[in-house]
């Protein structure tokens, strides 16, 4: 094993660093695991399984131009205080192909994290599998697929970083199937290299900005921010203290920030929420967590701004949140909270979501990109949660795309805040009433936050100054303030 001392990690100069540069630059200090005081492994036969001619050859240059006898070099490391396993893959050693040997050393790793409960980090530059050693070659992505299932179900995370290039089955496995992806600026990322791809495909939807925009990446970092940034996401991901069989607390619901007294009417509700000087998710977000990061896209082609995800920190914990903007949700941002309310289960912490939306998204594209399903798919997603789900409507609570955020049992409301069936105007076209009509429509439909809790939709009614705990239940009677227009 070979033990290096704690360093100054240098900035990233360039995206194509070496294996142990690129180790070097985002770690405190590190130990390789790529060493082995077992029993030689047999001899393999000459040129490779296949016989390839020269690949000994081939092999033995890499060597020597990059003093590494293998593709990717694995270490336990230390970044930023948080103990982790790290894989970094040497590019100039046969452009960072996995072969047989590649798949040894990466399993190797992810049981070393599983063992000592460790999360993973992948610094990613490859151009796929070896051709020299053919299926044998091929085959070691099922083997890597196989390692990374095993760490999610032990509820360890992984986070890849995209240097360049990340191509083939790199990215289908390691880049890919990572609990967070972050990229370096202009690193080519794609299933497909520049070599094989169509000659007339855009050379833009391979890059990293690119994946980014079509919801593969979770963000594009300067590369003398990555150490700061995996920092980061290692302390909100690796160090929250969780005892083993014991569920984590619920978020408590965050306080008011806007209008603290109780619409008289529920047109006066639809119009306090419907005000644009009303506080929205970053406001909420700022003032809840003390920091965070972000999660962004949906895995499928799609991003929705309108759909914040990410993890914070609060009062020395983590804390998962999924943020609705106020805008109609698209089938992007519903897949996006999705994936953030699996990841938090797996990884045991606890979710807040913010409910505000005037629906989900309706026009002909959000039908094409499969609004039905991703809606359902969020729904199920709460549903099955092991970990607490808070929820908090913070303004507009409009229909089934407002529910799919809304905690079965712990959902509370501000007070600037409504939630209904339907929009009043909607529900008046409906019934085939006049526009005169909208206002006593909504009055029927009862939406005003009191009229929720008595309806037993909601926990409670959050004020600006909360309890200790940050949750204000129901009194005796069920209900938090009187209602002024009953008295």
């Not at 995206?15 to 390789?32: F, H, K, N, P």
Request: charged share 20%.
């Amino acid at each position: 094993m070979h033990e290096h001392a704690p360093h100054h990690a240098a900035p990233l100069p360039s995206l194509r660093l070496t294996a142990r540069q690129a180790i070097a630059a985002i770690t405190d200090s590190y130990t390789e695991l790529t060493a082995t005081t077992a029993a030689p492994a047999p001899t393999p036969p000459a040129d490779g399984p296949l016989g390839w001619h020269g690949y000994d050859a081939s092999r033995e240059r890499a060597r020597a131009r990059t003093g590494e006898d293998e593709s990717v070099l694995t270490a336990r490391a230390t970044i930023g205080g948080t103990e982790a396993v790290v894989l970094s893959f040497e590019f100039g050693y046969l452009g960072g192909s996995l072969g047989e040997r590649t798949g040894d050393r990466l399993e190797a790793a992810y049981t070393t994290a599983r063992e000592q409960r460790l999360p993973l980090v992948s610094l990613i530059a490859t151009g796929g599998s070896r051709m020299q050693e053919g299926m044998r070659a091929l085959s070691q992505l099922q083997r890597v697929a196989g390692q990374s299932a095993l760490n999610r179900a032990a509820g360890l995370p992984q986070i890849a970083v995209l240097r360049d290039p990340t191509t083939g089955g790199g990215w289908a496995t390691l880049g890919a199937g990572a609990d967070v992806i972050l990229a370096l600026p202009g690193a080519q990322v794609g299933f497909a290299g520049s070599r094989v791809r169509p000659p007339d495909a855009d050379p833009a939807a391979y890059s990293a900005e690119g994946q980014f925009a079509a919801g593969q990446v979770d963000a594009v970092v300067p590369a003398d921010e990555l150490r700061a940034t995996l920092q980061r996401w290692l302390h909100l991901l690796a160090e929250t203290p969780r005892p083993s069989g014991e569920p984590p607390l619920p978020a408590p619901p965050p306080s008011a920030l806007g209008t603290t007294g109780l619409p008289e009417t529920g047109w006066d509700a639809v119009i306090r929420a419907r005000a644009t000087d009303r506080p929205r998710a970053e406001s909420y977000l700022r003032a809840y967590f003390d920091d965070w990061e972000e999660l962004s896209g949906d895995r499928c082609g799609g991003r929705d701004p309108g759909m914040r995800c990410g993890f914070g920190h609060r009062a020395g914990r983590t804390i998962a949140f999924a943020a609705q903007c106020g805008t109609a949700t698209r089938p992007a941002g519903f897949r996006t909270a999705t994936r953030l309310i699996r990841l938090a289960d797996r990884l045991g912490l606890p979710v807040l979501t913010l409910v505000d939306t005037p629906g989900a998204a309706n026009d002909a594209d959000a039908e094409r990109t499969g609004a039905g399903a991703a809606i359902a798919d969020t729904f199920a997603a709460l549903a099955s949660a092991r970990v607490p789900v808070t929820s908090l409507l913070i303004g507009e609570g409009g229909s089934g795309g407002a529910l799919a955020l809304a905690a079965p049992g712990r959902l509370w409301a501000t007070p600037d805040s409504y939630f209904s069936v339907i929009a009043p105007e909607m529900a008046a076209a409906i019934l085939k009433r006049g526009t005169d009509e909208i206002q006593h429509t909504a009055d029927q439909l009862r939406i005003r936050p009191q009229d929720l809790l008595e309806l037993g939709v909601i926990r409670g009614i959050v004020d600006p100054d909360p309890d200790p705990d940050g949750i204000t239940d129901p009194d005796p009677d069920g209900i938090i303030d009187p209602d002024p227009g009953e008295g």
